[in-house]
């Protein structure tokens, strides 16, 4: 490559860069403006209650520095905070698991398995996103009290699982059915069985597709209020955090600093997940998005 074309090619760059200034200032501008609520409630979770009381978040930088501890002491031993995050993983660690699998047998037989009206029950389950759960409630809390299930996990878990299948049987045969015929034709005609065939090839070329439908189920399941309230009712036992910080809501609706460390005690494990697994959301979402 000759000097005229390097310098040319340094001064793209330069001109793409300044033309593009103005656009990535502006996303990071959105991006402080939408991490400002987050930062205040960070802030104020380590401030006393009469600081709060008195003054904004952002005085709390000025001298002299008043933060403590006490607030999330007091939420995760005497508000029973710390039992709660544990039954939320109970509840949303399970029902992710067994609708992710549950979906990725179905998206598969709906992909790759000749089934008489097939087509016709796809549309069924996708059909199924547009009902509301609140018309599911009380049909399905009667089954439960029937079966002796209401106050206990496998409530939840069948009903999360039951409600996220349709979204997840659509995502994932979405992706199923792109993934490239001629590498399946092949493999059954070595005599590879659809167990084989879904096991050894399906499910390895979707791991991003997986994985972005996993952090979608399970923070859902983290930040669902309606389903847990009905179904397990007011046990506090079996409680998920999003109950818990209602009743401290209904509670100590004047406590503002026991409810901002209840709230960013509930936000850290979504966060660090969605960070951790940023790599897998990203390519999932975009997978099947361009061919080539």
């Not at 104020?44 to 952002?58: E, K, L, T, V, Y």
């Not at 939420?75 to 609708?99: D, K, R, W």
Request: charged share 10%; net charge positive; aromatic share 14%.
């Amino acid at each position: 490559m000759s000097r005229e074309t390097v310098a040319l090619t340094r001064s793209e760059r330069m001109v793409r860069a300044v033309s593009r200034g103005p656009l990535h200032a502006a996303i990071i501008a959105i991006c402080l403006l939408w991490m400002l609520p987050s930062l205040g409630l960070f802030v104020s979770s380590f401030r006393p209650r009469d600081a709060i009381a008195s003054s904004g978040w952002w005085t709390a930088f000025t001298t002299p520095f008043e933060f403590t501890l006490a607030n999330y002491e007091q939420v995760l031993s005497a508000q029973g905070m710390g039992q709660s995050f544990l039954n939320s993983l109970t509840i949303a660690l399970p029902a992710t698991v067994f609708t992710v699998v549950v979906a990725a047998f179905a998206a598969y037989a709906f992909s790759w398995m000749e089934i008489p009206g097939r087509d016709i029950l796809f549309l069924v389950v996708v059909g199924l996103l547009v009902v509301p759960i609140q018309l599911t409630l009380i049909p399905v809390l009667r089954m439960f009290a029937s079966a002796g299930l209401t106050g206990t996990f496998p409530a939840v878990w069948l009903a999360h699982t039951a409600y996220g299948l349709p979204f997840a049987v659509f995502l994932l045969r979405n992706f199923f059915v792109a993934l490239p015929k001629d590498l399946l034709e092949s493999a059954f005609l070595e005599g590879a069985s659809h167990l084989r065939v879904f096991f050894r090839i399906v499910m390895p070329l979707s791991v991003p597709a997986i994985a972005a439908l996993s952090i979608f189920q399970f923070l859902w399941l983290w930040n669902d209020l309606l389903v847990a309230l009905v179904y397990l009712g007011g046990f506090r036992s079996v409680a998920p955090m999003t109950v818990t910080i209602s009743n401290l809501v209904s509670s100590f609706g004047s406590e503002w600093h026991l409810l901002t460390a209840a709230a960013f005690v509930s936000m850290v494990l979504p966060l660090a997940i969605f960070f951790a697994l940023q790599r897998y959301f990203v390519e999932g979402i975009l997978a099947g998005a361009v061919k080539g």
